[in-house]
């Protein structure tokens, strides 16, 4: 069955630290993946696409087919990047499927 | 402001009742999406309307439909609603669908319709 995990709901981080956000799908296929984020009092959207390969606000996340894995990563976590963070997953048919996503809290 | 608008803001209706949720993309989108957000199941897919015809279904119950106008808002009727049904309902849009690998692919999210059923 598809499915996106996102193992961690909470993770805290000190401001200027290193930021991996976890995600693993279960896809037999080539998926297409996505980072949604929601910050407080807005609405969600798009962060990135591992289409597209690129950085957005100092976040990458590669796709690991071995692994099955599509993290999230920024070296220094900044105060605004505290935030609700979804990893979703879209297949052949279009269909889209959403981890629970994790909040990320930055510490001062 | 992403364009997408969603009203009511805020529905509190009784179980057994029927609602309508309804949905304005953003000017000139073709594609809107249907989400379902509790605490429990998180944000799950529901629906998705292209130009006025199904494209994909997700996890929609038999008692929830939707549709999409020739002016291309969408309505999502959610009938013979029971507890669980309470969440936030999202509504999204995208120029088209590209089968995943061109920018038009981009959702922008709506502010959602926050259900209650007592």
């Known amino acids: 069955a598809q499915r996106v995990t996102q193992p961690e709901k909470l993770l805290s981080v000190f401001k200027g630290a290193p930021v991996e956000l976890k995600c693993n799908y279960s896809?037999?296929?080539?998926?297409?993946l996505f980072w949604y984020v929601q910050y407080s009092r807005q609405r969600l959207q798009l962060l990135l696409r591992?289409?597209s390969r690129e950085s957005i606000k100092g976040f990458t996340a590669d796709l690991n087919k071995g692994e099955t894995s599509f993290h999230l990563k920024k070296p220094f976590a900044q105060e605004e990047d505290s935030a609700m963070y979804y990893c979703?997953?879209?297949?052949?048919?279009?269909?889209?499927?959403f981890g629970k996503g994790t909040r990320l809290h930055i510490l001062p | 402001d992403s364009g997408v608008t969603q009203t009511p803001k805020h529905l509190i209706t009784a179980t057994g009742q029927r609602v309508t949720l309804r949905c304005s993309p953003r000017s000139g989108d073709l594609s809107v999406y249907w989400y379902q957000q509790s605490l429990d199941q998180g944000l799950q897919f529901l629906i998705q309307?292209?130009?006025?015809?199904?494209?994909a279904k997700g996890n929609i119950l038999e008692r929830f439909s939707a549709q999409q106008f020739p002016d291309l808002h969408s309505e999502l009727n959610l009938s013979s609603l029971e507890l669980g049904d309470s969440a936030l309902y999202f509504c999204?849009?995208?120029?088209?669908?590209?089968?995943?690998?061109?920018?038009?692919?981009?959702?922008?999210f709506g502010p959602g319709t926050r259900l209650t059923v007592l």
């Open positions: 896809y037999s296929g080539s998926p297409e």
């Open positions: 979703a997953l879209k297949d052949r048919d279009d269909k889209i499927i």
């Open positions: 999204a849009s995208s120029p088209g669908f590209t089968g995943g690998l061109a920018a038009t692919d981009t959702q922008y």
């Open positions: 591992h289409i």
């Open positions: 309307y292209y130009n006025g015809e199904e494209r």
